[in-house]
């Protein structure tokens, strides 16, 4: 005689969901075409180009120049007058960063940018210094651009 178990059903397991309920619409987004820009995005005024070694090319119409290994140099040159953009050319070292600091402390510019090399990782620290100034002041507009070889 063979004796097998009795036949026990599985427990049966239930999901509970809950019921859905409608959330009401807050607002609703309407995209509209923009016009077509009627403005010239050059900015007139004065603007400003520091480096620390010289730079190739001839630059725009109210662009000036100033090439300098003394921070003090391009410091003064910066505060000299108002200008629309400030732009300082790094060289890849820590001393731009510093100069980058003194430069959102003193300059007179509506406009800071720096420009860094292509995936340089010596230009960490301008990069990082113009996403914290722009967090904390968003008053002012500071850009960081990295230039291409070649």
Known sequence: MVLTPPKV???????????RTAVPVVGTTTWMPLPPATEST??????LLLSREAVAGVLPKGWRLSVAKEEAQLLAEASSQRW???????????????????LMQTAQAERLVFVTGAQNEGDAGLWGLA????????DLRVRCIESVAG
């Open 84 to 102: 629309t953009t400030v732009v300082l050319w790094g060289s890849n070292t820590e001393e731009d960063v510093e100069l980058g600091l003194r």
């Open 42 to 47: 050059r900015h007139e005024g004065a603007h």
């Open 9 to 19: 059903a599985a427990p049966r397991v239930m999901a509970i969901v809950a019921p």
């Open 131 to 138: 996403r914290t100034f722009r967090l904390e002041r968003p």
